[in-house]
């Protein structure tokens, strides 16, 4: 039997992901690569200081290496002609062994030959018909990829939910993101705590300009104790990405929802208009950043007649909301601008302007301990994107930003967001040497335990009254 690579066979890296599932409300977790509150932290832990953290400690790579061969056959895809259909195991098992090695080197061609032969040398194994679909992908040869994967997981029951995640990758390098979304949906429907497809999804999702569709995974993957700082800047702020975000790669927007948000990042809004216009959809949520865009500008005439066009309410976009109340008040219709910004920040409380224009229509109404209430909050949400836009540009983090950021999160009663940080923080402050391996044992477990005793209780979250700075806007 030949050796086995999964780490590189990204559907093993979901097979694990799936199979290992503890990182749900029972607990922290303890499979390999995914430390529980007793565990200790692996020597890069200093990476959650990065973009891209994936620092066990804070639970968030799965060992693929923990995962099982997908037990099965599958067709031979080609041959070469000097190669005679199932070769011994051995010799099949060197083939598969080389074509990955140089396919991990760089050297496609010669992978691609390889693979072929190991192909033709074993048409039954699983590996090998993964390994065959990843080289076709690292040709950008997508849908010869996916196609063989799509078989194999016809043939295969069990294979159906790796494929589901690696094809889905795939779709999304390939420019298919609407069959991408399905896929991970369809994957997660199946496994709703697998948090590799949550992660991916909600990251698709947020480079589309769906934010708000994004935030209710990166509010799950906060909960199960997956910590990623990129994520958790991006729930910062909802309504578009913090600049230092939109530049990534990760996040690179795609579409025009994707890109106007990334436009506004930069405080480039009338590009950002632009890009909306230029698309010709009927698409609520670019209808709804649209009238955003406008309400921003002061261009009330063309408010206006944006707000003639629309039908029905859109009801759930805080853009639509945020515009109409921006009307309202303008309009100086002041009870319906506070129940507009009201169905602002229940979508997203993280909206520091919707807090603000509540704070303005408060004034106007000369309750005036209602508007400082509602200012105070604005204030204290736009804190967390200063320092979000910061740390997303800095590549050395300041622990005391951290910190501040830690409060305010907890004043603003997001506790599982806060959590998170504290890893981030544990994690930095060991990458400086001001912790032992016992004190930071010491001190995730102390997260995880907190983390636990929030996911038990009734309301782990901030109170509808809070959110509204106890305005009660269905009795105006």
């Known amino acids: 039997m030949h050796s086995k690579h999964p780490h590189y066979i990204f559907g093993c890296v979901f097979a694990a992901a799936i199979a290992v599932l503890g990182c749900s409300k029972n607990g922290p977790e303890t499979q390999t690569g995914r430390a529980g509150a007793g565990e200790t932290l692996p020597d890069n832990t200093d990476r959650a200081a990065s ?10 790579i799965v060992d693929p290496a923990s995962s099982e061969s997908i037990p099965a056959s599958v067709d031979s895809v ?6 005679t259909q199932g070769g011994d195991a051995e010799s099949s098992g060197n083939l598969y062994d080389d074509a990955l090695a140089a396919m991990e080197s760089g050297d496609l061609d010669t992978a691609f030959t390889l693979v072929r032969r190991a192909k033709a040398a074993a048409p039954d194994d699983p590996d090998t018909t993964f390994l065959m679909a990843h080289v076709l992908a690292e040709r950008n040869r997508f849908a010869e990829a996916i196609k063989l994967l799509d078989d194999l997981a016809g043939e295969i029951p069990d294979a159906k939910l790796p494929v589901l995640g690696q094809t889905a990758d795939w779709m999304v390098a390939s420019g298919q993101w ?7 949906r369809e994957l997660l429907d199946q496994v709703p705590d697998a948090s590799m497809a949550q992660r991916m999804l909600a990251q698709l999702l947020l480079r589309e300009g769906r934010r708000q569709d994004a935030a209710s995974y990166l509010h799950q993957l906060c909960q199960s104790g997956v910590v990623e700082q990129s994520s958790l800047r991006s729930m910062l ?8 975000d939109a530049s990534t790669d990760d996040l690179e927007p795609i579409g025009p929802l994707g890109i106007a948000r990334s436009q506004i990042s930069r405080g480039e809004w009338q590009d950002a208009l632009k890009t909306l216009e230029d698309a010709q959809s009927n698409d609520p ?17 063309a408010l206006q007649k944006w707000s003639d066009d629309i039908a029905e309410p859109l009801d759930g976009l805080a853009d639509y909301w945020y515009a109409i109340g921006r009307l309202r008040l303008h309009q100086e219709r002041y009870d319906a601008a506070i129940e507009c910004f009201c169905r602002v920040v229940l979508i997203d409380p993280t909206d520091d302007q919707a807090y603000l224009s509540l704070g303005e229509t408060l004034n106007a109404l000369q309750r005036t301990a ?18 979000g836009e910061r ?10 930003e951290v910190e501040k950021l830690i409060r305010s999160l907890e004043q603003l009663q997001r506790p599982f967001e806060a959590l998170a940080w504290r890893v981030i923080e544990v994690s930095l402050r060991r990458s400086q040497s001001n912790l032992s391996d016992d004190e930071v044992r010491q001190r995730i477990a102390e997260i995880n335990e907190q983390r636990l005793q929030l996911l038990q209780s009734e309301s782990p979250g901030a109170a509808k009254a809070f959110i509204l700075c106890g305005i009660d806007y269905e009795s105006l």
Do not use: C, M
Not at 78 to 83: K, L, M, Q, W
């Open 78 to 83: 080609s041959t070469d002609p000097g190669v």
């Open 51 to 60: 973009d891209n953290t994936s620092d066990a400690a804070a639970n968030i």
């Open 285 to 301: 949520s670019l209808v709804a950043l649209t009238g955003r865009i406008l309400a921003k500008q002061n261009n009330f005439d």
């Open 391 to 400: 740390l997303s540009q800095a590549e050395d983090i300041d622990l005391s």
């Open 237 to 244: 702020r909802l309504s578009f990405p913090l600049a230092g």
């Open 370 to 387: 209602d508007a400082n209430i509602a200012s105070q909050r604005a204030e204290l949400i736009n804190s967390t994107h200063t320092i």
């Open 178 to 184: 609407r069959e991408a979304e399905r896929r991970y």
